[in-house]
Nanobody, 115 residues
Framework: QVQLVESGGGLVQPGGSLRLSCAASGIIFSTNVAGWYRRPPGKERELVALIARAGTTNYADSVKGRFTISRDNAKNMLYLQMNSLKPEDTAVYYC?????????WGQGTQVTVSS
């Protein structure tokens, strides 16, 4: 059974930082594309960042230069380092692992950026 579990969300002031983590069981992150999406309040889910099997990364324009996606293959973990956070980064953040048979998603972790 595949399970993705996010952690690390919370309340942070504008300009602050958070690191999200995603632990996988039943599947290996490094063998396919993995990434992070988010759903801001009242909006559709949107791409934040992806990391390919070879390690190449792709970011939404809104987070380029502020967010960094990474992967620890030994621990089978996925991370999202978020710096210089803005109120518009407030959202539920979801971990994703693509698969030929369908994508796997975590349950989400809330990130709130507010003073």
């Amino acid at each position: 059974q595949v399970q993705l579990v996010e952690s690390g969300g919370g309340l942070v002031q504008p300009g602050g930082s958070l690191r999200l983590s995603c632990a996988a069981s039943g599947i290996i992150f490094s063998t396919n594309v993995a990434g992070w999406y988010r759903r801001p309040p009242g909006k559709e889910r949107e791409l934040v960042a992806l990391i390919a099997r070879a390690g190449t990364t792709n970011y939404a324009d809104s987070v380029k230069g502020r967010f960094t996606i990474s992967r620890d293959n030994a621990k089978n973990m996925l991370y999202l380092q978020m710096n210089s956070l803005k109120p518009e980064d407030t959202a539920v953040y979801y971990c994703l692992r693509r698969s030929m048979g369908g994508d796997y998603w975590g349950q989400g972790t809330q990130v709130t950026v507010s003073s």
